[in-house]
Every structure is written in structure tokens, then in C-alpha cells.
């Protein structure tokens, strides 16, 4: 159960600063530095994907811990902190090296078996359920967003 949650939280996060890394993307100097990475080979491109990974991972771990000790504004700012940071973060990153990712034989193969797990796991009944809601809260999220602007321009 721990472990949905975990994931559950990493696809929150990323659902809810996709916007946040187009914007990034397209910054000039965002895209010198990934004119840079583009020039890595493949495994310093991997190492590059894991430092952050292997710093933010353990910090989410320690809001938790936080949380546990009776912290709970400090563990939650902690845990949500690393994980916004790691998504926007790693996701970038492994965007612009994943071509070189590829070309690495074991993790290829591991690339195809998780991406084929998470492909089997949108598919269940409750995963479709649950982007249903996330469809509806957006939706809702986005009409009291048009509410409260014209509430403001009046």
C-alpha cells in the first residue's frame, strides 16, 4: 500500500508541474545547457539522471521520517519540496538523455519492461478510475480558477 501511494504522489507531482517544465524548456538558457547534455555519452548521461535521483530520493524518505517524529509541517514541506524538485528535476534531465539511455543495453530493457508494467497498470479498472476523477478535478480546479478572475474583474 505504501508503495501505490509512493507512486501515486511521483504521478501527482508530475501531472501537476508538466506545465512548469514546458515553460522551463523553452528558457534560452535551459537550452544551452541542453545543448550541453546533448553532447554526453551514454552513461555519463546516466549518471547525470541518478545523482539527483540518488539526493532527492532519501530526502523524501526523511519527510517521512519527520513526519513519524511529530514534525508534520516540517516532514510534509520536506517530502513535497523533494519531490517537486526531483520531478521537475530528473524528468527534465532524463527527457534529454533518454535517446542516450537507450542505447544502453540492460537499461533499455528495463526501460521496455517498466514502461510495459505502467502500460498494464493504466489499463486496470482502477487507474481508469482514478484518471476519471483527476479529469474532473481538473475541470473543476480550472472553472473556480475562470470564477475567481471574473469575480476579480468585477
Known amino acids: 500500500m505504501f508503495a501505490l ?3 501515486l504522489l511521483d504521478a501527482l507531482a508530475y ?4 506545465p512548469v517544465l514546458r515553460r522551463i524548456g523553452r528558457m534560452r538558457v535551459f537550452a544551452r545547457i541542453g545543448e550541453w547534455i546533448g553532447r554526453l555519452g551514454p552513461y555519463p548521461s546516466l549518471l547525470l539522471v541518478l545523482v539527483p535521483l ?6 523524501k524518505l526523511l519527510g517521512l521520517w519527520l513526519l513519524a517524529a511529530g514534525r508534520p509541517a516540517l516532514g510534509v514541506g520536506v517530502t ?3 519531490e517537486l524538485t526531483k ?5 527534465r534531465l532524463f527527457h534529454l538523455t533518454k535517446p542516450k539511455l537507450l ?3 540492460w537499461f533499455a530493457r528495463c526501460y521496455g519492461a517498466v514502461t510495459g508494467w505502467i502500460a498494464w497498470l493504466k489499463a486496470t479498472a482502477p487507474a481508469r478510475a482514478a484518471y476519471r476523477l483527476l479529469l474532473r478535478l481538473r475541470q473543476t480546479g480550472r472553472r473556480l480558477v475562470l470564477l475567481a478572475r471574473r469575480a476579480m474583474r468585477a
Not at 54 to 59: C, D, I, K, S
Not at 87 to 91: G, P, Q
Open 15 to 18: 501531472w501537476v508541474v508538466r
Open 87 to 91: 520531478v521537475i528535476l530528473v524528468e
Open 54 to 59: 540518488g539526493l532527492l530520493e532519501p530526502a
Open 80 to 82: 513535497v519540496g523533494a
Open 5 to 7: 501511494a509512493y507512486f
Open 103 to 105: 542505447t544502453i543495453g
